[in-house]
């Protein structure tokens, strides 16, 4: 199979940083595998000191640390070098369009060195997985249950589905050995209670049901908007007006109390 079109290079490459926030986080880790139209391969692999502190919930994630990056050159003193190993390229990597891509072209804008996406082609391995595999439940119900279903988007089939999918994964999780199971879960929950704190696992740092403030270093932050990544109390401080804008939106209850606490001087506190 001709991973190129036999004209130019692609560049298959993902990346690791401090953080989620576009604007403020920094590279930590980049990879970098360059197929030439000849089959030929190039790889760059290098850590990078983000000129910041790594937050311990991102260094959980890649495991990297302050101290694994202290004696790396920054992304500014790669910059023209990794310029160079992608020029001419098209980038192919997994989920890469929302945020790798913008992320390298911020980095590269911030170093002055030009880094340029027309004509580029960009593939997405993880939009072919999600369009050619679905995740909805009519696929959920013909993968686990081996039916077509019938009257989908119909509240009653729908819920019904939904009881022949969950009795089917617990049937089929549940009786898998360790070594079978993928190696970020040790063990498949078995009762209510395991398996409430493993649907909620993603949601861990959120201050909120739907993570509008989320946890970072044990404090609250702002997680979206052009404020995301900020931590509340700066906000409160520095922008309040987002604060009563968020308290006249259409926000839910729970992330409209907590902007009104903030603005009096009251913020939240994890529980451990």
Known sequence: MNLTDGKRPVVFFDLETT??????????????IKILP???????????????????????????TDDDVKDMPTFRQVAKALM?????????????????????????????????????????????????????LTAAYKFFCGKKLEGAHGAFADTQATLEVYEAELQRYQALASEDLPNDIE????????????????????????????????????????????????IAAEHPDFLSWIIRSDFTEDVKQIAKNALNGKFPVRQK
């Open 84 to 136: 160079a190993f992608l020029e001419g390229c098209d980038l192919i990597g997994y989920n890469i369009t929302k945020f790798d891509v913008p992320m390298l072209e911020r980095e590269f804008r911030d170093c002055d060195v030009p880094f340029s996406l027309d004509g580029r082609r960009i593939i997405d391995a993880f939009t072919i997985f999600r369009r050619m595999e679905p995740r909805d």
């Open 187 to 234: 063990a498949f929950p078995q009762t209510m209670d395991e398996l409430h704190q493993f649907c909620n696992e993603m949601k861990r740092d959120n201050v909120d049901l739907n993570g509008r403030f989320k946890w970072r270093n044990g404090e609250a932050c702002v997680s979206f908007g052009r404020y995301n990544g900020s931590m509340l109390k700066d």
């Open 19 to 32: 953080g989620t926030n576009l604007f403020a986080d920094r590279i930590v880790e980049i990879a970098a």
């Open 38 to 64: 000849d089959g030929t391969r190039e790889e760059k692999h290098r850590l990078l000191n983000p000129g910041m502190h790594i937050p311990e919930e991102a260094s959980a994630v890649h495991h990297i």
